[in-house]
């Protein structure tokens, strides 16, 4: 199970530290991904950290802005959203792998960020 937390209203050019706790010891077998929805659109993916958290992956638009890290040791996978913009206000979901991104067992219920202008 995985529970996201941290989102909120934030102006433009601010910051927000999401978080995404895992139940289970299996954690760091899972690859983490976080994803977002806009009001409007599809669900896009935006971050991910593979299990053997070697490799990070962030789509253009936040490249540069978020950082998505894991600690193991207490579960819990964090992104770290910086220079936020209005484009991205959205539900963000984090979500787990067992196939490195191929396919995402465990979702969570989202957090919502608002940026406003």
């Known amino acids: 199970q995985l529970v996201e937390s941290g989102g909120g209203l934030v102006q433009a050019g601010g910051s927000l530290r999401l978080s995404c706790a895992a139940s289970?010891?299996?954690?760091?077998?899972?690859?983490i991904g976080w994803f977002r929805q806009a009001p409007g659109k599809e669900r896009e993916g935006v971050s991910c950290?593979?299990?053997?958290?070697?490799?990070?992956y962030y789509i253009d638009s936040v490249k540069g802005r978020f950082t998505i890290s894991r600690d193991t040791t207490n579960h819990i996978s964090y992104l770290q959203m910086n220079s936020l913009e209005p484009e991205d206000t959205a539900i963000y979901y984090c979500?787990?792998?067992?196939?490195?991104?191929?396919?995402?067992?465990?979702w969570g219920q989202g957090t919502l960020v608002t940026v406003s202008s």
């Open positions: 289970g010891s299996t954690f760091e077998k899972y690859a």
């Open positions: 979500a787990g792998s067992q196939s490195d991104g191929r396919r995402w067992e465990l």
């Open positions: 950290i593979t299990s053997n958290d070697v490799n990070t």
